[in-house]
């Protein structure tokens, strides 16, 4: 890949870190106002669920952050761009909707079967 396309989608990486630090960031405020605000037993069961759904929410954010970080990784070290399982280049068009892909099209459609 060369060096223009490299620098575009760690932009694109960076500008992604940065939001799901900052969705991460609110989600535990708003973790911790629902803490304070419960009164009632309706209040905590409303709460409890508020903040589970946060959690799920942040787990997600979590796992694709770290995917992210990897892909960042990956890219100091001349990986980025490459499936991580057959090393083939990974699709442009894969790269520009996910540039946190691991995996090319075929090898992700494998992973999702549970072939890989
Ligand atoms: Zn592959």
Not at 11 to 32: F, I, Y
Not at 50 to 69: G, H
Not at 72 to 92: I, Y
Request: aromatic share 6%; with cysteine; net charge neutral.
């Amino acid at each position: 890949m060369d060096k223009k396309r490299l620098e575009y989608y760690k932009k694109k990486l960076d500008a992604k870190r940065e939001e799901l630090q900052r969705l991460m960031a609110v989600a535990e405020e708003e973790g911790r106002a629902a803490d304070d605000a419960t009164q009632d037993i309706a209040d905590k069961a409303a709460n409890s669920y508020t903040k589970e759904f946060l959690f799920s929410q942040s787990n997600n954010e979590r796992y694709i952050l770290a995917l992210v970080e990897e892909a960042l990784g990956r890219m100091k070290n001349g990986g980025f761009g490459l499936c991580v399982a057959c090393q083939e280049e990974v699709q442009q068009k894969r790269l520009e909707a996910v540039p946190w892909a691991r995996h090319c099209i075929g090898c992700q459609e494998k992973q999702e079967r549970g072939l890989l």
